[in-house]
């Protein structure tokens, strides 16, 4: 079974624009979740998304926003960059309907954002 | 409030000594508790989790963790070190009713010499 796919794995960006990233999950998951990993604050959940709905959030500017599609592919959307996004976005998918509190969350390769 | 301590940002093992990741939660509820590894470059990969089952659990190559609500802790180890096990591991927590986003340690660095 082929495990969680993030494009692109690479992207450079300046200060002002705007990038998207997508994540493609496990067959058969319909959670997906978004994570931002950077040295100083480490991993801190973003948002996450069940059957096209965001289920939960976390503590992220209007600036990052996301969606989920039919077949379960999500993509993650952040305006305005700023040089603090700089980070390792990464996306986990899961099984569970009760939400990733109590299911496991399988990981992907993650999408290394620099903003210049 | 729930949040999760790992203890020592850097350890370093010879190959083929123990190892111990040592992590500590805080929580008003039952949690949930997860070790994930990273290698460099690379995405998370689950080791092992505890749901409120057996206290100690049996992960893959070879690790295990033991909960102990008294202590709230609960720590990683391994027999023999492998030169493999150099990675970052990170002891996650969730909690049912934090609207079910998990909560990441600062993560542990682990080297290990030859």
């Known amino acids: 079974k082929a495990g969680v796919t993030q494009t692109p794995r690479y992207l450079i960006k300046t200060r002002g624009q705007q990038v998207t990233l997508s994540c493609s999950p496990i067959?058969?998951?319909?959670?997906v979740s978004w994570y931002q990993q950077t040295p100083g604050q480490g991993l801190q959940f973003l948002f996450e998304?069940?059957?096209?709905?965001?289920?939960n959030k976390g503590n992220f500017p209007g600036r990052f926003s996301g969606r989920q599609f039919s077949n379960s592919r999500s993509e993650m959307n952040v305006s305005t960059l700023e040089l603090g996004d700089s980070a390792l976005y990464l996306c986990?998918?899961?099984?569970?309907?009760?939400?990733?509190?109590?299911?496991?969350?399988?990981f992907g390769p993650g999408t290394r954002l620099t903003v210049l | 409030a729930q949040s999760v301590t790992q203890l020592d940002s850097h350890v370093s093992v010879s190959e083929g000594t123990p190892v111990l990741l040592r992590c500590n939660y805080s929580?008003?509820?039952?949690?949930?508790l997860f070790w994930y590894v990273q290698h460099p470059n690379k995405g998370l990969q689950l080791l092992l989790k505890y749901t409120s089952a057996a206290t100690l659990v049996k992960g893959i190559n070879g690790f295990e963790a033991e909960f102990k609500k008294s202590e709230t802790s609960f720590h990683l180890t391994k027999p023999s070190a492998h030169m493999s096990d150099a990675a970052e591991y990170f002891c996650v927590v969730s909690f049912r009713g934090s609207q079910g986003n998990l909560i990441f340690g600062k993560g542990t660095k682990l080297s290990v010499k030859p």
């Open positions: 929580s008003s509820y039952s949690p949930s």
């Open positions: 998304y069940f059957s096209e709905t965001q289920r």
């Open positions: 067959s058969g998951h319909r959670s």
């Open positions: 986990a998918s899961s099984l569970a309907a009760q939400g990733p509190s109590t299911d496991t969350q399988y």
